[in-house]
C-alpha cells in the first residue's frame, strides 16, 4: 500500500482495520484506553484558534512500555497517533486532524533522578513544569524554563519552548541533555548521554526536540538544572513611548548587564492586567525584569539597569526582593492572555509570535503596534523582549468572518516583517498546523523537503502527528 506523509492516513486505509487496531489497543489497555465523549473532545485541541479534530481513542500512558505496546499497535494498523500533555500548546500541534490515537503522557509523572553534584535531572514525559519545581527545592535547585503555561516537560520538548528567563539560562533547546525516545514503530532509543558534552554522531536529542510529535514519542527527559539564586529582585519601569521601551532593553543587553528576564507590557496589555488581576500599575508600556545572583550583585546590577533604562526615557524605576510581591508581579504577567480576552467576554484569542534580531526588534514592534491601530483589532502586545520575541494576543470573534479576515492579514503582514528582518515565523510557540507555509518561506523548499525526508525516513508510513509541521501548505 502506498501512502504519503502529508495527506493523513485516515483517509487511506480500510475503516475496518483501523477498526480492529483500535479494539485490540482497547484490549490491551483496559481502563487506561477510552472512547468516551467528553475525553474526546478535550483531547481534540490545544488552546489555539485552530479547529478542533477529534481522535477515535485516548490512551493514558503510565509507562515507555505502554508507549511501545500502543505504536507497535498503531503501526501494524496504520493508525495515526498524536503524544497529548496537558494541551497548553497554541498552533493546534494536538488536534487530531486524521482521527486515530491520542496518546495522553500525563500520568507519566515521575521524576526518576535529580543530581544535586552535576546539576541535572531525569523526568518521565509528563512532569508538570510547576511540580518539578516544588521537587526540586529541597535540593537547592531549579529547572528554569518558564513558558507561563504549567505544561509538562515533555510537551516543552517537543514544541522547543522557552519563556521569560530564556535570556539568562537559554531555552529547551539549551537545557536539554538527552532524550528517551519510542520511534514510530516501537523501538526505543535513547539519544544521549549525561556528559554536558560530546562529539559522537549525528546530535539526535536536537532532531527530536522541537519535532512536535511527529517523529516519535518522547517518553523520558534530561535536563540541565541550576542553583536557586542567593537573591532575587523584581523590577518595573514604564515608558511613555513603545520604541524607547524597547530600545532601552537593547541598550540592557548590549550592555551586558546581568538581566534574568525582561518583559515588555503595552499600554493595553497593562489595562488588561489591572482589570483582571486587581493590579494598580501605570497604565503605560512597561518593563518587568528581574535579577539572580547574590544580594550585592543583584543591587549593583539593578542600579545599573536603572540608569540605562531612564536614559531612554523610563520613569518610575522600582524594585523589590519580596518573594509575595514579585509573586503577584510574575502571576500577572502569566496571567496577561487571559487578562486580554477577557476584554470581550465570549471571545477568543488568537495569539501569534515571531522573533527577530534584537537589533530590529524596536521597529518590529513599533511597526507593529502601528499596523494593529490600522487594522481595528484589540491586539495588546506582550513579549520576551530580551530575546528579541514578542507576541500579540488578539481577541476575536471566530464566527465574525470579516474580522478574521482582518486578523489573518494582519498576521501575515506581522510574519512577512519578522521575516524581512532576518527573524523567523515562531520564536517558541512552534509550526503545528497554522505556520506550516510560513516554515517553507522561512527557510526554503530545499530545506523543508530535507525535512520531510527525514520525516520519510523515521515515520515511514506517516502515523505520527500527520498533518503538522512539514505537510505540504
Same mark, same amino acid.
Given at each position: 500500500m502506498s501512502t504519503t506523509i502529508d495527506s493523513g492516513p485516515g483517509a487511506r486505509e480500510d475503516h475496518g482495520q483501523r477498526e480492529a487496531g483500535l479494539q485490540q489497543l482497547e484490549q490491551r489497555f483496559g481502563k487506561q484506553a477510552t472512547r468516551g465523549r467528553d475525553v474526546l473532545a478535550q483531547?481534540?485541541?490545544?488552546?489555539?484558534?485552530?479547529?478542533?479534530?477529534?481522535?477515535?481513542?485516548?490512551?493514558?500512558?503510565?509507562?515507555?512500555?505502554?508507549?511501545?505496546?500502543?505504536?507497535?499497535?498503531?503501526?501494524r494498523h496504520l493508525i495515526p497517533v498524536i503524544p497529548f500533555g496537558v494541551g497548553t500548546s497554541l498552533e493546534g500541534h494536538v488536534?487530531? =486532524? /486524521?482521527?486515530? *490515537?491520542?496518546?495522553?503522557?500525563?500520568?507519566?509523572?515521575?521524576?526518576?533522578?535529580?543530581?544535586?553534584?552535576? @546539576?541535572?535531572?531525569?523526568?518521565?514525559?509528563?512532569?508538570?513544569?510547576?511540580?518539578?519545581?516544588?521537587?526540586?527545592?529541597?535540593y537547592g535547585l531549579f529547572f528554569p524554563v518558564d513558558p507561563g503555561a504549567d505544561a509538562?516537560?515533555?510537551?516543552?520538548?517537543?514544541?522547543?519552548?522557552?519563556?521569560?528567563t530564556t535570556v539568562k539560562y537559554g531555552a529547551m533547546r539549551e537545557l536539554v541533555l538527552s532524550l528517551k525516545v519510542v520511534l514510530p514503530n516501537g523501538t526505543v532509543i535513547e539519544t544521549g548521554r549525561r556528559a554536558r558534552k560530546t562529539s559522537a554522531g549525528y546530535d539526535l536529542t536536537h532532531l527530536f526536540l522541537g519535532s512536535e510529535g511527529t517523529l516519535g514519542v518522547i517518553t523520558?527527559?534530561?535536563?540541565?538544572?541550576?542553583?536557586?539564586?542567593?537573591?532575587?529582585?523584581?523590577?518595573?519601569?514604564?515608558?511613555?513611548? =513603545? /520604541?524607547?521601551? *524597547?530600545s532601552s532593553v537593547i541598550a540592557v543587553i548590549q550592555l551586558g548587564v546581568g538581566v534574568a528576564r525582561i518583559e @515588555?507590557?503595552?499600554?493595553?496589555?497593562?489595562a488588561a492586567v489591572n482589570s483582571y488581576s486587581k493590579t494598580?500599575?501605570?497604565?503605560?508600556?512597561?518593563?518587568?525584569?528581574?535579577?539572580?545572583?547574590?544580594?550585592?550583585?543583584?543591587?549593583h546590577e539593578a542600579k545599573l539597569a536603572g540608569e540605562i533604562l531612564a536614559d531612554h526615557g523610563g520613569t518610575g524605576f522600582t524594585f523589590s526582593t519580596d518573594q509575595a510581591e514579585r509573586t503577584v508581579l510574575w502571576q500577572a504577567r502569566h496571567d496577561a492572555?487571559?487578562?486580554?480576552?477577557?476584554?470581550?467576554?465570549?471571545?477568543?484569542?488568537?495569539?501569534?509570535?515571531?522573533?527577530?534580531?534584537i537589533s530590529r526588534l524596536a521597529d518590529c514592534i513599533t511597526q507593529t503596534h502601528a499596523d494593529i491601530a490600522a487594522s481595528g483589532i484589540l491586539g495588546p502586545i506582550i513579549g520576551h523582549v530580551g530575546d528579541g520575541n514578542f507576541h500579540v494576543i488578539v481577541v476575536v470573534t471566530p464566527d465574525d468572518a470579516e474580522e478574521m479576515h482582518r486578523v489573518e492579514s494582519f498576521n501575515e503582514r506581522l510574519i512577512?516583517?519578522?521575516?524581512?528582518?532576518?527573524?523567523?515565523?515562531?520564536?517558541?510557540?512552534?509550526?503545528?498546523?497554522?505556520?506550516?507555509?510560513?516554515?517553507?518561506?522561512?527557510?526554503?523548499?530545499?530545506?523543508?523537503?530535507l525535512m520531510r525526508s527525514i520525516k520519510k525516513a523515521v515515520d515511514p508510513l506517516g502515523l505520527m502527528n500527520p498533518g503538522k509541521v512539514v505537510a505540504e501548505a
Open positions: 483531547h481534540s485541541h490545544d488552546e489555539s484558534f485552530h479547529l478542533p479534530g477529534q481522535p477515535d481513542l485516548v490512551i493514558f500512558a503510565e509507562s515507555t512500555q505502554d508507549v511501545v505496546d500502543c505504536l507497535s499497535i498503531c503501526s488536534n487530531a =486532524l /486524521h482521527g486515530g *490515537v491520542s496518546l495522553d503522557l500525563s500520568r507519566m509523572n515521575r521524576v526518576i533522578r535529580v543530581s544535586s553534584d552535576d @546539576l541535572d535531572c531525569t523526568v518521565e514525559a509528563g512532569v508538570l513544569r510547576k511540580q518539578l519545581a516544588k521537587e526540586l527545592v529541597p509538562t516537560i515533555g510537551g516543552m520538548t517537543a514544541t522547543g519552548a522557552s519563556g521569560t523520558e527527559v534530561s535536563l540541565r538544572l541550576f542553583g536557586i539564586p542567593e537573591a532575587t529582585a523584581a523590577a518595573t519601569v514604564q515608558f511613555d513611548d =513603545l /520604541h524607547s521601551a *524597547v @515588555l507590557l503595552d499600554k493595553a496589555a497593562v494598580s500599575l501605570a497604565e503605560r508600556n512597561l518593563l518587568l525584569l528581574e535579577f539572580h545572583g547574590s544580594d550585592e550583585v543583584v543591587r492572555a487571559w487578562a486580554i480576552r477577557a476584554q470581550r467576554p465570549g471571545a477568543q484569542i488568537f495569539v501569534t509570535d515571531v522573533c527577530v534580531p512577512s516583517r519578522a521575516l524581512d528582518m532576518g527573524g523567523t515565523c515562531t520564536g517558541e510557540h512552534g509550526i503545528g498546523v497554522g505556520k506550516i507555509p510560513y516554515l517553507i518561506r522561512e527557510l526554503g523548499d530545499d530545506a523543508v523537503d
